[in-house]
């Protein structure tokens, strides 16, 4: 069954450093998400990827992150300068169509020390 | 802004007995909900769906109630098993864009 997948599972880094967060997303869908959830919080949307573009972004999503489709597989989120409040899961999404169902990948934990 | 609330955040069932997972919400734009599933250090999987314009879906043990005019949805499990043990979220969207609003989760635990 095909599924979304997320590289690494854990990362820690220094604050002020960059991350790169990775996702392979379901091959045939055209939508990506990225969300993100603090520990013991909801899960928060961050962004939406549709067509090469941002469709959709929440206020969490300043200008420290930004989103990637380098290739035909990846879909990477990147922070620029990591602070401590973005310690958190992040899970990566895709769907097959606008509005329908997201298939999640395992989620990527990011540490910032 | 929690446009999406659970308000009971753990639940404990007895195996074979019903769960009820209840779930609320404040944005009459919202048109299409889903309960997701969640396994400690794995990501949301989905589960059950329901748009607007039904009041019930089952599949299988799951069934998904809406109640539009409380803005209310639940989702009943029947018969409860110990592999339903997990955190169970909604999440709401409206028509007019991708972004799914989730609630904190209830934690179902189901007792053998």
């Known amino acids: 069954e095909p599924e979304v997948t997320q590289t690494p599972s854990h990362q820690v880094t220094q604050m002020g450093q960059e991350v790169i967060l990775r996702c392979v997303p379901i091959?045939?869908?055209?939508?990506f998400y990225w969300y993100r959830q603090i520990l013991g919080q909801k899960v928060e949307f961050l962004v939406s990827?549709?067509?090469?573009?941002?469709?959709?972004k929440s206020e969490i999503f300043d200008d420290q992150f930004s989103v990637e489709r380098p290739d035909g597989s990846n879909f990477t989120l990147k922070i620029r300068s990591t602070k401590l409040e973005d310690s958190a899961m992040y899970f990566c999404a895709s769907s097959e169509v606008a509005g329908g169902e997201q298939f999640f990948g395992p989620g990527t934990r990011l540490t910032v020390l | 802004d929690q446009q999406v609330k659970q308000n009971s955040p753990s639940l404990s069932v007895q195996e074979g007995r019903i769960s009820i997972l209840n779930c609320d919400y404040t944005n009459s734009m919202f048109d299409y909900f889903l309960w997701y599933k969640k396994y400690p250090a794995e990501g949301p999987t989905f589960l059950i769906s329901?748009?607007?314009?039904?009041d019930k879906n089952e599949d299988g043990r799951f069934t998904v109630f809406l109640n539009k005019s409380a803005k209310h949805l639940s989702l009943h499990i029947v018969p409860s098993q110990p592999g339903d043990s997990a955190v169970y979220f909604c999440?709401?969207?409206?028509?007019?864009?991708?972004?799914?609003?989730f609630g904190t989760g209830t934690s179902l635990t189901v007792i053998p």
């Open positions: 091959s045939n869908h055209l939508y």
């Open positions: 329901i748009s607007s314009i039904k």
């Open positions: 990827f549709y067509n090469n573009e941002i469709s959709e």
């Open positions: 999440a709401a969207s409206s028509g007019t864009g991708n972004q799914f609003y």
